[in-house]
C-alpha cells in the first residue's frame, strides 16, 4: 500500500532492526518506545486492522498470538509479563493503519487506559 510507513519496513525501503521474520510476519522496536521493551509485530501483508481482516485471514491471526509466544521468550517477557496489544480505528487509539501488535514489557505495566 503506497504512502504506508509498514508497508515500507515491510519491503525494506525504509531500514529497521529486524527482531523476527517469517513469510507473513515482521517485528521491529517501535520507534517510541512506550515500556523498556516496545516490540511492533506486523503482518507482511496490508491489512488495515482487525476490521479489516477477512474469513481468509484465521491462520494469519493466530499467527500474530504464535509469533508473540517467541518473542516473549527471546526478550525473557514469558515469566516477568507482558502485554499484547491491537489498537483499533480512532477510539483504539490506532495511528498506523496497518495491522499490528504491540509486544510491551521490560516493567510492571499500568491499567489498560
Ligand atoms: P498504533 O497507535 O497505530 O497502534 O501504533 C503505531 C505505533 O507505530 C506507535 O507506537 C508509533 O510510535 C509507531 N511508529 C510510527 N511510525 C513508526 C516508524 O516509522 N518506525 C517505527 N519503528 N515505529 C513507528
Ligand atoms: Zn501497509
Same mark, same amino acid.
Given at each position: 500500500?503506497?504512502?504506508?510507513?509498514?508497508?515500507?519496513?515491510?519491503?525494506?525501503?525504509?531500514?529497521?532492526?529486524?527482531?523476527? @521474520? $517469517?513469510? @507473513?510476519?515482521?517485528?521491529?522496536?517501535?520507534?517510541?518506545?512506550?515500556?523498556?521493551?516496545?516490540?511492533?509485530?506486523?503482518?507482511?501483508?496490508?491489512?488495515?486492522?482487525?476490521? $479489516?481482516?477477512? $474469513? $481468509?485471514?484465521?491462520? /494469519?491471526?493466530?499467527?500474530?498470538?504464535?509469533?508473540?509466544?517467541?518473542?516473549?521468550?527471546?526478550?525473557? /517477557?514469558? @515469566?516477568?509479563?507482558?502485554?499484547?496489544?491491537?489498537?483499533?480505528?480512532?477510539?483504539?487509539?490506532?495511528?498506523?493503519?496497518?495491522?499490528?501488535?504491540?509486544?510491551?514489557?521490560?516493567?510492571?505495566?499500568?491499567?489498560?487506559?
Amino acid at each position: 500500500m503506497e504512502n504506508c510507513i509498514f508497508c515500507k519496513i515491510v519491503n525494506k525501503e525504509i531500514a529497521s532492526e529486524i527482531l523476527y @521474520e $517469517d513469510d @507473513e510476519l515482521i517485528a521491529f522496536y517501535d520507534i517510541n518506545p512506550m515500556a523498556p521493551v516496545h516490540i511492533l509485530l506486523v503482518t507482511k501483508k496490508h491489512v488495515a486492522n482487525i476490521s $479489516d481482516l477477512s $474469513d $481468509d485471514d484465521h491462520a /494469519l491471526a493466530c499467527r500474530v498470538l504464535f509469533a508473540a509466544k517467541e518473542l516473549a521468550k527471546k526478550f525473557n /517477557l514469558d @515469566e516477568s509479563g507482558f502485554r499484547l496489544a491491537l489498537n483499533n480505528n480512532a477510539d483504539g487509539g490506532q495511528e498506523v493503519f496497518h495491522l499490528h501488535a504491540h509486544i510491551l514489557g521490560g516493567k510492571k505495566l499500568g491499567k489498560m487506559c
